[in-house]
């Protein structure tokens, strides 16, 4: 089995743990925007995946990036002393939650997205200088 497919398989099963984690978060935290934004997008990438090709690998890269970004104040204040909601004081902290599905999943999905295009030959590649 080629390196390739298993680093795309384990971006597949990171994508669909964020569905999972979608539907948990608004148990959890109650419906935003974030968490319908990203689904969607996940399931465009995933659609995207299975049709071949690099185009699903680089865009469930580039949403676990954006998504990673937009949620950056969430994982400052769950790694803070005193965790604040950074959408209001008033709003419950979540520091573990947050951590790991704000921060890991998506930093583990855009690493994966990476190792994934680049196992497939990606055009990122440093060339090799020739002597």
Not at 42 to 47: A, N, R, Y
Not at 65 to 80: E, I, N
């Amino acid at each position: 089995m080629r390196r390739s497919l298993t680093w795309q398989r384990l971006l597949i099963a990171l994508a669909l743990l964020g569905l999972v984690f979608a539907v948990t978060s608004w148990i959890v935290e109650g419906v935003t925007p974030s968490w319908i934004v990203f689904p969607i997008l996940l399931l465009v990438g995933l659609v995207r995946a299975r049709r071949g090709g690099s185009s699903g690998t680089v865009w469930l890269g580039l949403t676990a990036l954006v998504f990673l970004l937009v949620h950056l104040p969430f994982d400052k204040a769950a790694l803070s002393d005193h965790c604040v909601n950074p959408t209001g004081s008033d709003k419950a902290c979540h520091p573990a939650w947050w951590l790991v599905s704000l921060g890991a999943l998506p930093l583990l999905m855009v690493l994966t997205a990476l190792l994934t295009f680049r196992e497939a030959g990606g055009v990122w590649r440093v060339p090799r200088l020739r002597r």
